[in-house]
């Protein structure tokens, strides 16, 4: 925990109710926001936001995998290489992803660490941390079957987190940075993409619609588990056009590689169940919460179907190696990269680069503030 001099402890008014812990809190958020990034959003005047924090897949992980046994992992080369001068840190990307360039334009910090990280330090927790784990998703099945950190267990970590805080701060800090931080939940394209369409074990049991239930299902426990542990402004991501991925078109596209429709029509049919329980959720049954659905579909699409308009020159094929199927260990030092990324949209064969990113960030991020004046 920071040191202040007693000088200046010695300044503050002496109130016989003062909690030393929570003065020592609110100085020590002054000097992390005033070291941090300046965000380019402007925040209604009611509005602050001490720490950003990420759960669910790949597409928010910054290297929680890095430590466990799973093949889903990407903490070597060439991932990272556009990341504090090419540093592999477990993001499944080229460099920053979603959650770091929300941090920075809420103006949080620059860089949001796993929460795995072995050289985390208490100061790092204050202003927010990845619990996310490449591979996971609201299907128990998929987690299992890729041996990565379950949506259960992440939010098992965050209890931990949660207690870690508290006897850092103490409980009524700890209940201001939970009241008031953005949560991001982000998963379900590895539902559909492995579990349903390829391993497809689920459709013994299920039709789509009936899965589309079991996963809209999981999700609303995991936000109202999330709301129970002092979180309010809950901000849940749709899944994406997965048929439009590198690797979904080279699997289920057919000869020319078109988006696999079937996949779209699921990944669409999910999030319109997804955003009408979530209506249901805002301040009616989770009282003083902001449950936001933020929609990842049309704006990655809009992305792809007209790239050049957003400065891309390649949309249907990732950067590393031949582009159609390399992701995590397939996309390693031995593979060939392009040579310039900031031609391509995707990475990989299923993760957008840093530059695609930033276009997607900078449509949903305004909509989401909006939301909270």
Known sequence: ??????????????????????????????????????????LPTNVTIPAVFAFGDSTVDHGNNNLIGTLIKCNFPPYGNAFQGGKPTGRFTNGLTPLDLFAQELGVKDIVPAYNDSNLNDQDLLTGVSFASGGSGYDPQTSALLSVISMTDQLEHFKEYIGRVKRAVGEESTTHILRNSVFMVVAGSDDLANTYF??????????ISSYADLLVASASSFVKEL?????????????PPIGCLPSQRTLAGGLLRLCAEDHNQAALLVNAKLMHELDSLDEIRLPQSRVFYADAYNPLLDLIQHYQKY???????????????????????????????????????????????????????????????
């Open 198 to 207: 390829t391993i497809g074990t689920p459709r013994f049991q299920y039709d």
């Open 311 to 373: 400065g891309f020159e390649v949309n249907d094929i990732g950067c590393c190696g031949t582009g159609k199927i390399e992701v995590c260990i397939l996309c390693n030092n031995y593979s060939a990269t392009c040579a310039d990324h900031s031609k391509y949209i995707f990475w990989d064969s299923y993760h957008p680069t840093e530059k695609a990113y930033k276009a997607l960030v900078n449509h949903i991020l305004p909509i989401y503030i909006n939301s909270l004046g």
């Open 1 to 42: 925990m920071m040191q202040f001099p007693n000088s200046l402890i010695l300044l503050l008014p002496l109130h016989a109710s003062i909690n030393l812990k929570l003065v020592t809190f609110y100085i020590s958020v002054i000097v992390l926001l005033c070291s941090c990034c300046e965000g380019l959003i402007r």
């Open 227 to 239: 709301y129970k542990l002092g979180a309010r402004r809950i901000s849940v991501f749709g899944i």
